[in-house]
């Protein structure tokens, strides 16, 4: 009798679970009529305010299995997986098949402090498998005028930023062009916001939006920070957005830390919390390259202050002097000057510069730079980097250009004096070794054909719908267009290409093209052995991690897929961290191997 009032109560609940209702959620811009389709009927959705496209609403799921949304009688032509075990979906997108991906973790390559923890756990703001949506609306005149003339002056506003299963609206939010008024800026402009006083959104209250039409394929900036942070660096976050100004969608963009702001030194230093007093902080513009001036304060006014930074450029004196004196053969010195400035974390720095040759960066331009001194007037300079735009082949130009990825970092002290910082540090045997040991470490386990790639085609694959929206608008500021067409974004990742415009953009070579070759000319000096799986992170963070040991092999990814109905689970709220099932690579992947064998000739 027990088993059956058992079985009875069983089934009892399993109806009363098939009956319940589970809240729908999807971004739809520019709809009005928005239902979904579910469990044979179709439900209407509805939009709590009127300027963002945010459509939710109950339905009963029963025994469903999957959903579609359905937009001015137009139904998506696929289908959503349906958990109807969760009280909610995620916050979906019309049309995008894919709401939360897979994304490849990157492993750990160095074991001493291979993370770094000030900045606490990444926020959700800037989780790698969802896109973001923002929403921002102001006055319409002035907004037409920012949009049209793209003056400096800021419009206030109404800003929404939908994640992944969260909804967050700022009032009297700031909102403007990024880097207004330079010569060459984009048609596709580059934006940034700041919060209200009191207003934090993954512990930061300044964001900058940038437009990446350097860059066809839109994943090499966000890629350079991606790597850095598996070297454990304090390297600003960034995940791509969908931006949408007073209900018109301007494309997809890199939401990035500006390092050069008090927001990005909270949130990566002091896990969000501000600092009174503040450290000095500084913009490291062409010429910021930390070369002792004596006599002469104004050398370093290649260093933008901060408008609050309680110092000006003249703080970096004690720090150049202080490197300046200390002498490259004396671990002593050395040590101590290490009291005053990171050097393990600049090293790190340098190794990426090195690898993706970042022209426009410290090592090769002394440039896009910055420092940043702790409180109070004796604590820790910290080196900056910004801009990872200018990388991995991007409008690089060298006299050696076709045989630049083999080009060693031990020619770079000659060809690039300027860098003084680390052309002088790797004259010390100790440092070189620790250089050497982080570089080859690297290509060993991550920066490679292998595992950065497989990252790499992950993320094509995931962004791509987007890319394809980005790639269909027409901008409406003035401003350089180079032209790039959908297919660039894809051959970019194989190959070169020419901006169609014929106006200066082009990237001489592709992006895995660049990885397969730079990590194999490594590979070659140095006599190491690239893995051969794909490698993702240790199981456990526990802080004692051997380089490549303890990190973990990982899934390939497979270009392509998205709309199938095997990535269909991942369209709804099922957050998935790994997938056990390797993937078949297809025909890109054989111009992919194919690269490898020729890198290796």
């Keep these: 009798m027990k088993l059956s009032l058992a079985i009875i109560s069983t089934s009892y609940l399993v109806a009363i679970a098939q009956a319940a209702s589970v809240k729908f959620n999807v971004i739809a811009p520019g709809a009005t009529d928005v239902k979904v389709s579910v469990n044979g009927q179709q439900v209407a959705l509805t939009a709590a305010d009127p300027n ?49 991906a897979n994304i490849p973790k990157l492993p750990w390559p160095i074991e001493n402090n291979p993370q770094w923890t000030a900045s606490g756990a990444k926020p959700a703001i800037f989780d790698e498998n ?18 049209k003339t793209v003056p400096k002056d800021k419009v206030t506003g109404t800003l929404t ?39 934090y959104l993954g512990n930061r209250n ?120 200390t002498s490259m053969t004396d671990n002593a010195a050395l040590a101590n000057f290490e009291k005053m400035f990171d050097v393990d974390q600049f090293m790190r720095f340098m190794v990426m510069e090195y690898l993706t040759g970042h022209w426009d960066g410290y090592w090769m331009g002394q440039t896009n730079d910055g420092a940043y001194r702790e409180p109070p007037a004796d604590g820790k300079w910290y080196y900056l980097g910004q801009d990872y735009d200018a990388t991995f082949g991007v409008n690089l130009d060298t006299p050696d250009l076709a045989s630049f990825t083999s080009v060693s970092y031990k020619d770079f002290p ?5 860098g003084i910082l680390i052309n002088r540090l790797l004259e010390n045997p100790d440092k070189k070794a620790t250089f050497e040991k982080y570089l080859t470490e690297t290509v060993r386990v991550l920066f490679n054909n292998v595992t950065l790639t497989n990252r790499v085609l992950a993320l094509h694959e995931f962004l791509l719908p987007d890319l394809t929206w980005d790639r269909s608008i027409t901008q409406q500021s003035p401003g350089i267009n180079f032209g790039w067409t959908l ?29 397969v070759e730079k990590s194999a000319a490594v590979a070659k000096e140095f006599n190491i052995e690239v893995t051969t799986t794909p490698m993702g992170p240790p199981t456990t963070t526990n802080g004692t991690v051997t380089p490549g040991a303890a990190n973990q092999p990982v899934a390939s990814a497979t270009p392509g897929a998205s709309g199938k109905k095997d990535t269909s689970a991942q369209s709804n709220n099922e957050k998935t961290e790994s997938s056990d099932a390797p993937r078949v690579l297809p025909t890109a992947a054989v111009l992919f191997a194919a690269l490898s064998a020729l890198a290796m000739l």
């Design 487 to 515: 297919a660039q974004v894809t051959e970019n990742l194989w190959g070169a290409v020419g901006a169609p415009n014929a106006n200066g953009g082009g990237a001489s070579w592709g992006l895995v093209q660049w990885i």
């Design 206 to 325: 300044f964001f900058k939006l940038r437009h990446m039409e350097e860059d066809p394929t839109q994943i090499r900036e966000r890629l350079y920070s991606d790597v850095l942070h598996a070297l454990g660096t304090y390297a600003n976050e960034a995940n791509m957005v969908r931006l949408f100004i007073n209900g018109q969608g301007f494309g997809t963009f890199n939401m990035l830390d500006d390092i050069t702001e008090y927001s990005y030194i909270n949130a990566m230093f002091y896990g969000g919390k501000e600092q009174n007093p503040k450290g000095p902080l500084f913009d490291g513009m062409s010429g910021a390259d930390f070369l002792y001036h004596p006599g002469n304060l104004d050398g370093y006014s290649s260093f933008g202050a901060n408008k609050e930074s309680p110092e000006t450029y003249e703080a970096i004196d004690p720090l150049a002097k202080a490197f300046n004196e």
């Design 414 to 418: 000659s060809r690039y004096p300027g």
């Design 161 to 199: 930023f939908i994640g992944s299963d969260y909804v967050n609206s700022f009032q009297n939010v700031t909102f403007g062009v990024h880097g207004a008024g330079k010569k060459k800026n984009n048609a596709k402009q580059s934006w940034n916001w700041a919060l209200s006083t009191g207003d």
């Design 52 to 100: 963002v496209p945010y459509f939710s609403g109950d339905a009963e799921a029963g025994s469903a299995k999957d959903y579609k949304y359905v937009v001015g009688g137009t139904e998506e032509g696929f289908a959503r997986a349906l958990d109807s075990t969760k009280a909610a979906t995620l916050n979906d997108f019309y049309n995008r098949p894919v709401t939360y």
């Design 130 to 147: 969802y896109i973001p949506s923002v929403f921002f609306s102001g006055d319409a005149a002035q907004v037409d005028t920012l949009v």
